[in-house]
């Protein structure tokens, strides 16, 4: 029998993540519509937009509305993307309840996603997180490239854990850790993790898988295969990378769902009401969504 975690917390991030590679406009009425639709099915986080600069992604210019609309439930916790100091000062005009940084593993995907190498990006990033937490947010980091790069390829173990020590000592609360192109294997999961794990707690590491090469379910389990009970998915598996070619969509919240659930692990999340809000959004963007369960629905 396998050992998995009785329970898991699932992090939505399709409003942010999954819309920014949006490039028809949704309204901000169906962004702020869609966020509480998925609020009511039990998502104990969900990451709403991005504060980054407008002209880098128009979809999410409307970040502080949004976050200004968005009727917080009791026990939820409303995050967003913050590149630097200025996104800080929107985010927290806005009052977000979390903020997430990020950077890459590899330098050539930093340079392309935020302009800046390795080295330039931790001082700005130490600002955000220490200005942020005197403000009494809590912080959560995102790496990209954890499992290899569009431009380098292979990533080193040792420079993720790097890049992982040089964030963590920023006194972030949790990192989320990304196979941004959808590369990784199950095997290789195990044992990048198996190496985390000697250095961080379990408890504040996160997976963020996507779906490029239909891999991602197999790579969660073969997390949860070694204690890890938080993973980051996009409902209907919208999402990809808009500065790594050929990266699709994220693992699917109402794929994952129901795959945890078959397992008997505890999500707190309504099947139903997920696919309510999933449906919800594949109208707005007026194209079939890729998650099988949205397949299963298109044809009942």
Same mark, same amino acid.
């Given at each position: 029998?396998?050992?998995?975690?009785? *329970?898991?917390?699932?992090?939505? !991030?399709?409003?942010?993540?999954? #819309? *920014?590679?949006?490039?028809?406009? +949704?309204?901000?009425?169906?962004?702020?519509?869609?966020?509480?639709?998925?609020?009511?099915?039990? #998502?104990?986080?969900?990451?709403?937009?991005?504060? @980054?600069?407008? $002209?880098?992604?128009?979809?999410?210019?409307?970040?502080?509305?949004?976050?200004?609309?968005?009727?917080?439930?009791?026990?939820?916790?409303?995050?967003?993307?913050?590149?630097?100091? $200025?996104?800080?000062?929107?985010?927290?005009?806005?009052?977000?309840?979390?903020?997430? +940084?990020?950077?890459?593993?590899?330098?050539?995907?930093?340079?392309?996603?935020?302009?800046?190498?390795?080295?330039?990006?931790?001082?700005?990033?130490?600002?955000?997180?220490?200005?942020?937490?005197?403000?009494?947010?809590? @912080?959560?980091? &995102?790496?990209?490239?954890?499992?290899?790069?569009?431009?380098?390829?292979? !990533?080193?173990?040792?420079?993720?854990?790097?890049?992982?020590?040089?964030?963590?000592?920023?006194?972030?609360?949790?990192?989320? +850790?990304?196979?941004?192109?959808?590369?990784?294997?199950?095997?290789?999961?195990?044992?990048?993790? $198996?190496?985390?794990?000697?250095?961080?707690?379990?408890?504040?590491?996160?997976?963020?898988?996507?779906?490029?090469?239909?891999?991602?379910?197999?790579?969660?389990?073969?997390?949860?295969?070694?204690?890890?009970?938080?993973?980051?998915?996009?409902?209907?598996?919208?999402?990809?990378?808009?500065?790594?070619?050929?990266?699709?969509?994220?693992?699917?919240?109402?794929?994952?769902?129901?795959?945890?659930?078959?397992?008997?692990?505890?999500?707190?999340?309504?099947?139903?009401? #997920? #696919?309510?809000?999933?449906? &919800?959004?594949?109208?707005?963007?007026?194209?079939?969504?890729?998650? $099988?369960?949205?397949?299963?629905?298109?044809?009942?």
């Amino acid at each position: 029998m396998m050992e998995l975690p009785e *329970q898991v917390t699932i992090k939505e !991030v399709g409003p942010r993540d999954g #819309l *920014q590679n949006e490039k028809e406009e +949704i309204p901000t009425d169906q962004k702020v519509a869609w966020i509480e639709k998925l609020a009511n099915t039990g #998502l104990s986080y969900i990451e709403i937009t991005s504060f @980054v600069h407008p $002209k880098w992604i128009p979809q999410l210019k409307d970040a502080v509305e949004v976050a200004k609309r968005v009727n917080k439930k009791e026990n939820m916790t409303i995050a967003a993307l913050v590149p630097n100091m $200025k996104g800080l000062e929107r985010a927290l005009e806005a009052d977000i309840d979390e903020v997430s +940084i990020f950077m890459s593993v590899s330098e050539t995907h930093n340079k392309k996603n935020i302009n800046k190498s390795i080295e330039e990006t931790y001082p700005i990033l130490n600002e955000v997180v220490r200005e942020a937490k005197l403000a009494n947010k809590s @912080v959560r980091g &995102y790496i990209s490239t954890a499992f290899g790069c569009p431009y380098e390829g292979q !990533v080193e173990e040792q420079q993720l854990v790097k890049v992982c020590n040089n964030l963590f000592e920023m006194d972030i609360d949790e990192l989320s +850790i990304g196979d941004t192109i959808g590369v990784a294997n199950p095997l290789q999961v195990s044992s990048v993790l $198996k190496k985390l794990e000697r250095y961080f707690p379990k408890d504040q590491l996160a997976l963020h898988f996507h779906d490029t090469r239909g891999l991602a379910l197999a790579n969660t389990l073969a997390a949860l295969q070694l204690g890890f009970h938080t993973f980051d998915s996009a409902a209907g598996g919208l999402g990809g990378c808009p500065y790594a070619k050929g990266a699709s969509g994220n693992v699917a919240t109402d794929d994952l769902n129901y795959m945890l659930q078959s397992l008997g692990i505890h999500t707190g999340v309504d099947q139903a009401k #997920l #696919l309510e809000a999933t449906s &919800y959004i594949q109208e707005m963007i007026d194209r079939p969504l890729p998650s $099988k369960q949205m397949q299963i629905l298109s044809r009942s």
